[in-house]
């Protein structure tokens, strides 16, 4: 089955700065991956996703890489806000099913 | 904006008892799911419901799990005898048919003592 490894495991940052989390996959039948952010004691949000034919997608401060030749993706957040502190969780799911199987998340944490 | 809700918040049960968590997923949504969290590990997946019977299960999902939709609007995950093992954040999540875009409810977390 499909494997997903996430790193850092831990990010912290300053306000402003950017912020880069990395997932890379083993399965190349993978063909979409999205990001949820889970904030404390809050439930995950589906924050940016990309389809495997596409390799770059950006929606604001946030935009996410993808390498299918290496298998590996990334979430990028420029200027980064307190406010982004959370546990961001990548995915990627296979061809024709709909279970994305999840990396093991990143904390962030912003320091204003 | 519709959201995916989820009963207890938290659960707190002994080793042998059986729990149901409840979830209400998003009124025009089809498929339905259940995935947990162990304290500091990944989300897992559980199992997927459509159509009124299970699409896809993981092997965590045994025999001492089920799923049902007794009405219109909830979905519930049934386990029968609990284990320590068991306690987790559980949550339930829903998706329109076709697309990958899953909605996730707030959990239940589940203490077995």
């Known amino acids: 089955g499909e494997n997903v490894e996430q790193h850092p495991s831990t990010l912290s940052v300053q306000e402003g700065d950017s912020a880069v989390i990395k997932c890379t996959y083993s399965d190349s039948a993978s063909n979409y991956f999205p990001w949820y952010k889970q904030e404390l004691g809050k439930r995950p949000q589906l924050i940016i996703d990309i389809r495997s034919n596409v390799g770059e997608k950006k929606d604001q401060r946030i935009a996410v890489t993808l390498n299918k030749t290496a298998k590996h993706f990334s979430l990028h957040i420029t200027e980064t806000q307190p406010e982004d502190s959370a546990v961001y969780f990548c995915?990627?799911?296979?061809?024709?099913?709909?279970?994305?199987?999840f990396g093991r998340g990143t904390s962030l944490i912003v320091h204003p | 904006e519709p959201e995916v809700t989820q009963t207890p918040s938290h659960q707190v049960t002994q080793m042998g008892q059986e729990v149901i968590l409840r979830c209400v997923p998003i009124s025009n949504h089809l498929y339905f799911y259940w995935y947990r969290q162990i304290l500091g590990q990944k989300v897992e997946f559980l199992v997927s419901?459509?159509?009124?019977?299970?699409?896809?299960k993981s092997e965590i999902f045994d025999d001492q799990f089920s799923v049902e939709r007794p009405d219109g609007s909830n979905f519930t995950l049934k386990i029968r005898s609990t284990k320590l093992e068991d306690s987790a954040m559980y949550f339930c999540a829903s998706s329109r048919v076709h697309t990958y875009e899953q909605y996730f409810g707030p959990g239940t977390r589940l203490t077995v003592t």
């Open positions: 419901f459509y159509n009124n019977e299970i699409s896809e």
């Open positions: 995915a990627a799911s296979i061809g024709g099913s709909y279970i994305p199987t």
